[in-house]
Each structure stands twice: as C-alpha cells, then as structure tokens.
C-alpha cells in the first residue's frame, strides 16, 4: 500500500513538485464523488429546462394559468394538473396528519419501548412497499369500496355539498388521496416519533408534576415542544404526496378538466407524465409534458428545503436544551 | 372541582385511547397489504411464472420470466453505478467535509433524494434516450441510480460518523496517515451499518416503476443486451393491472406478490443484521 511514497527515491536533488500522498490523492477522489451529486442536480435542472423551452416560449407564464390540454391542437395549459396534484395531496394530509401525529404520540409517549420498537419497525417496513403495489391493491380493492358503499354512504348525509355531488366512478381525487395518505403516514410517524422522543423528559415530569394529566402534558407541553419536527415531517410527507406517481396514476381517473366533487376522476402532473410520455407525439407536446416535469420538481424542491430547515432546527433546538 | 377532574380524566383517556387506535390502525394496514397481496397472488405464482415469457392476451398462462431477469439487470447495474459514487461521496461528508461545501452536499443530497422519481426518469430520458433515439436498460439503470447515490451518501456518512472519536485518535496516534485511518479503521468499524444502509437503498430503487416507465420501458421477451428495451417487475404490474384482462389481473397479483416479497425480507434482513451485530452502541 504505501508503494506510491517509495517510489520516490531519496537521492533526487531537486522535488519541483510536491510529493502527491495518499491522503491527497484520497481527499481528492472523495471529494469528485461528492460534488458529482452537485453537478448531477445542476445538470438535472438544465436538461429538464433545456427540454422544456419550446413549450415554455410557446406558452410563457399562462402554461400555469391555462386550463386546456389539448395535444390535437397542440395547446397545453398545467392548470388541471396543478388542481389535481394540489387537492390529492392536501386530502392526504387531511387524513393522514392526525393519524400519523396521534400514532407518533402513542409510540413516543404511550407504548413500552419493546412495543414502541417493534411498532416503529412495522411502520418502517410499511413504508419500504412499493408504490406500484399501493396502486395494484387500490384500484381491485379501494376503487370498488369506493363506488359501493364509501362514496354512495358520504353522498347521502352530505350530497348537498358540490365537493360530494355527482356520478361515483370510484376512481378519481378522494380514492386518489386516500392511498396517498396510506403511503405518507409512515413517513410522518417515524419523524414525528423522534422529535417527540428529542423533547427532554423535564418538560413532561414539571407538567406532570404540576397537576396535568399525561395527556394535557402532551398536547400542552410536548407537541408545542416538538411542533417544529412535527411540522418538518409534514412538509416531507407533501412532498411525497405531490410526486408520487404510480400508485396515483392508477386511481386518478385520468381526465384532465376540473372538478369540483371529489368523486370526480381528476389529473395530477406526476400521472400525466406517466401516461402520456412515451405516447407524446410532436415538440411541443413532449416539451409541455418535460415543463411539467420541471413544475413539479420545483414544487418539490421548495416543498424538500422548508421540511429540511424544519427538522434541521428541531434537531438543534432539542440538543441544545438537553 | 370534582366534576372538572372527572371531565379531565375522562379526555385524558379517550385521547389517548384515540392515539393507540391511530397507531394500531396504522400498523395494521402493513399486514391488510400482505394478507391482500397473499390472497390474490398466492396461487398464481407457480413454476411458469419464473420460468415462462408472458403470453399475448386472451391467452391463459404464461410468465414472468424475462421482467424477472430485466428487473435484476437493471437493478445490478444501478447497483454498480450508484453504490460507488454514493459511498465515496459519504466518506468525504463525514471525513474530509469542510463547512461550507460539505453543508452544500448534504443539503443538495438530500433534496435530491426527495426529487420525484417521475422527473427523475424525464432527465435519463433526456439524457440516454433521446441522443440514442431508442429506449434502453441503460437509461433506467441510470435513473434509478440517481436515486441511489444520495441515500448511500447520507447513509453511509451517518454511520462512519457514529465511529467513536477514540479509534480515529488511536490509529492516527499509531502514525496512520488520515486515508489509512479511513481505510482500515473507520470503514471497517462503521461497515454493517454501510452495508444495511446500502441493502435498504437497493431495495428501494428495485421497487421504483416511475423511472422506469419511459427509459427501460418494457419487452415482451428477453433482452440480450443493456442498450434494448428491457422488461421489470415493476412495470409489469403497472401495465398487467390496468389492462382490462382477468388473466393478466391474476399475473399481477403474482408479480406484486413476489416484489414485496422480496423487498420486504431485504428490509427484514438488514434491519436484523443491524439491530443484532451492529459493533457500535448506538
């Protein structure tokens, strides 16, 4: 191994150079590896707007606001698909936030450590499925749950409201978002169990000790503690939800206007892409679907970097109190 | 007083009641999948589907045999790509990294890792596909890669920086150079760690369809190379489930079965290797 330093023999009168060690040579190979994944992320966004432009200055900023998809007349607009994205992923949330948090606080706060543990790795495992199998189940097993009985039980106490007004298909924004909410949970229960298990039994003990009970010491004192972790992992879960692909793209309904039931069959940017890419015939109407691409990588770009900023200053916060 | 103790304790228990059914309800939709997957798929994953091509519509029978094999090579040579690239950049973040650019890495890294793999897929189109005019295993091997490499990253940088600062103080104190310390000492002591980190990140690429969809695409027999159009299991499933064919439904299910299978006893397996060996407190 330390052939490269003997190779220099000691009898050289002049070194107009420095001797090249392994610890530089070590530094340097480590350190191209390392901004590679700079350069790849750079190289990413260059391509995805390169491949976007012919759409982007046929467009401009209207490709946002524009509600018509239309490839026979090669006229593009996202706004169905910014629509869909947005309202399946908030109904995840809807969902899966409390559900998640309300776990997150019975394994924190509730379950043995033995139990917690093995709850944790289940919940862990849970969220290795892929995706594609979330959408095998859902479209044999939660699309007719929903035409059958889900959705016709909803319509009949609350059909009055156009948001559970309309034809049932079963597939379409709600179906959409409650898978997606089953495969973001597990996401927000592992962060949010560690920033709850980051708070400092201190906090819980003077709560309790001053007459609280657990749960008021939890819902008054531990989660305000934790709220920025909690928040972080919210965050993580949108972001998941606003690019997931497959399992979505199953269950959508594939139909790219606006709705305002959410039985209604929608669109989101992910499963458009999905579809449609390899059948795009034409410049525009490929450079239309890569500027979605675009579109949703900055959303979810923004989305990454607050969840990230979240779970850095919880993180920081916790350890500096403890 | 009494009756406001009462109403206390009486929200005290259903909200914490309320929070264990939360976690149980979570927890429990892990086995509906299995039990679903187990239900549906059990009978049909036979001798054919390993060994047998998949038949055209209409036609009962059949398998999986070449989405098998593409699945594999696809996923080897990501493997091979990312893994490399991934460690190498995790040794820099945790041994070399100064303050500022390390920051930058790890950051970038992690935004990365949470880029949607539908749009990682449009950038190994534009990369392999459209220069080459043609879809290839290549290019969905590079798209899932590029998921890869940020998780060995953090993965990795996470647990070389778990070594104990004494080791690297005692083989530096023995005159070790700081890559020899690396090399012999820090990598080896942080190793099962790395390796659950690096299992956990193939099982995770070899279940992703999204990237897969427009670079590999899909065969109907076997590829004899990596610049074909090359089929997966995951892409499989997709087209096998939304097709409007009973048969092809019930090939699915099999397929479905035999991926979460397979990536949920790699999570089990390095999830023991670490929880039982790991040479480190953690």
């Known amino acids: 191994m330390s052939t490269s330093s003997a190779a220099i023999t000691p009898g050289t009168t002049i070194v107009p150079k420095r001797r090249f060690g392994g610890d530089e040579v070590a530094y340097l190979v480590t350190l191209v590896f390392a901004a590679s994944i700079l350069l790849v992320t750079l190289l990413m966004v260059w391509q995805l707007w390169i491949h976007s432009s012919p759409a982007r200055e046929k467009f401009g900023f209207s490709f946002l606001t524009s509600k018509l998809w239309n490839p026979v007349t090669d006229e593009f607009g996202a706004l169905p698909f910014l629509y869909g994205t947005v309202v399946t992923s908030f109904l995840a949330l809807l969902i899966a936030v409390p559900l998640g948090v309300g776990a997150a606080i019975y394994l924190s706060e509730l379950a043995r450590p033995k139990l917690s543990n093995s709850l944790t790795f289940l919940v862990e495992l849970l969220a290795a499925v892929p995706s594609v199998i979330f959408g095998l189940l859902a479209i044999f097993t939660l699309v007719p749950l929903m035409r059958d009985y889900v959705g016709p039980g909803v319509q009949k106490v609350l059909g009055f409201l156009p948001v559970f007004s309309g034809h049932i298909y079963g597939v379409g924004y709600l179906t959409a978002g409650m898978i997606l909410a089953i495969m973001t949970f597990p996401f927000i229960i592992s962060v949010s169990r560690e920033a709850l298990m980051a708070v400092p039994r201190e906090q819980r003990e003077a709560a309790l000790a001053l007459g609280a009970t657990q749960w008021e010491s939890t819902f008054q004192v531990v989660l305000p503690f934790a709220r920025l972790g909690i928040m972080g992992s919210v965050f993580l879960a949108l972001a998941r939800a606003l690019g997931e692909t497959m399992a979505v793209t199953m269950v959508i309904g594939n139909d790219p206007t606006i709705h305002a039931s959410l039985f209604a069959p929608g669109y989101t940017i992910a499963a458009v892409i999905a579809n449609e890419f390899t059948e795009a015939t034409g410049n525009t109407y490929l450079s239309a679907l890569v500027e979605l691409g675009l579109v949703l990588f900055a959303l979810t770009m923004v989305i990454n970097g607050v969840a990230q900023l979240l779970i850095v200053l919880t993180t920081k916060k916790g350890s500096a109190k403890a | ?282």
């Open chain 2, 1 to 282: 007083m009494t009756s406001r103790n009462v109403r206390r304790n009486a929200v005290n228990n259903f909200m914490l009641g309320l929070c264990a059914v939360c976690a149980f309800l979570t927890v429990s939709t892990l086995f509906v999948i299995l039990g679903y997957l187990l239900y549906n798929g059990a009978t049909s994953v036979d001798l054919n589907f390993f060994t047998k091509l998949p038949l055209p519509p209409g036609q009962n029978g059949g398998g999986m045999a070449n989405a098998i094999l593409g699945s594999a090579q696809i996923v080897v040579v990501a493997t091979l790509i990312g893994l490399p690239i991934g460690f190498f950049a995790g040794i820099y973040l945790a041994e070399y990294g100064g303050r500022t650019f390390a920051f930058l890495v790890r950051y970038v890294a992690d935004l990365l890792n949470g880029i949607p793999s539908i749009v990682i897929g449009i950038v190994a189109w534009t990369v392999v596909v459209v220069p080459q005019h043609h879809f290839s295993a290549l290019a969905g091997s590079l798209a899932l890669s590029l998921m890869l490499i940020p998780i060995t990253a953090r993965n990795t940088e996470q647990f070389l920086l778990e070594v104990p600062r004494s080791m690297r103080e005692g083989s530096l104190a023995l005159g070790a150079k700081k890559w020899r310390t690396i090399a012999s000492v820090i990598v080896p002591a942080a190793r099962k760690g790395i390796m659950t980190g690096m299992i956990l990140g193939v099982a995770r690429i070899s279940g992703e369809t999204a990237p897969l969809l427009f670079t590999s695409l899909n065969n109907q027999y076997f590829s004899t190379g990596l610049s074909e159009p090359t089929a997966s299991l995951p892409v499989m499933i997709f087209q096998r489930a939304i097709s409007p064919f009973d048969d092809y439904h019930r090939q699915a299910w099999a397929a479905g079965l035999v991926l979460l299978a397979l990536v949920l006893l790699a999570n089990i397996a390095a999830r023991m290797v670490i929880s039982r060996g790991a040479s480190l407190p953690r």
